[in-house]
């Protein structure tokens, strides 16, 4: 693996979005190559306002093409789901920033070792 694609769940694009991840109103994608953080693109998340069962599929596929999520929560039956799914679950709360800042290494890890433990 070359690069980390990671979506950020947020409402402002400052701050990483209150209560859970199938609620922000945006996941913006950030690239990560070891060293620097790049924001490739602010997606809309289509089902923000919506309570379907099963939501936890339908955002998935919104985000099927990254490799870690960092978000605040993620609703009890979604963390297995998305963990099955392949993807690396962050939970962390306020400036998009400064966490992405804290995450570095462990992200640098990620990235050298696919294969290693789970970073949440």
């Given at each position: 693996?070359?690069?980390l694609?990671?979506?950020?769940a947020?409402?402002?694009h400052?701050?990483i979005?209150?209560?859970m991840l199938?609620?922000?109103?945006?996941?913006?994608i950030?690239?990560?190559?070891?060293?620097?953080?790049k924001?490739?693109e602010?997606r809309?998340?289509?089902?923000e306002?919506?309570?379907q069962?099963?939501k936890?599929?339908?955002v998935y596929?919104v985000?099927?093409?990254?490799?870690v999520?960092?978000?605040?929560?993620?609703g009890?039956?979604?963390?297995?789901?998305?963990k099955q799914?392949?993807?690396?679950?962050?939970?962390?709360?306020?400036?998009?920033e400064e966490?992405l800042?804290e995450i570095?290494?462990?992200l640098?890890?990620?990235?050298?070792?696919p294969n290693?433990a789970p970073?949440?």
């Open positions: 693996m070359n690069i694609r990671i979506a950020v947020t409402n402002d400052k701050t979005s209150r209560g199938g609620r922000a109103a945006y996941f913006d950030y690239e990560f190559d070891g060293n620097e953080f924001l490739v602010r809309k998340n289509p089902y306002k919506t309570l069962r099963g936890t599929y339908d596929e985000i099927k093409d990254v490799h999520t960092v978000s605040q929560l993620v009890k039956r979604g963390i297995p789901r998305l799914k392949g993807l690396v679950l962050i939970f962390r709360k306020g400036i998009i966490i800042e570095r290494s462990d640098r890890e990620l990235l050298n070792n290693g970073l949440d």
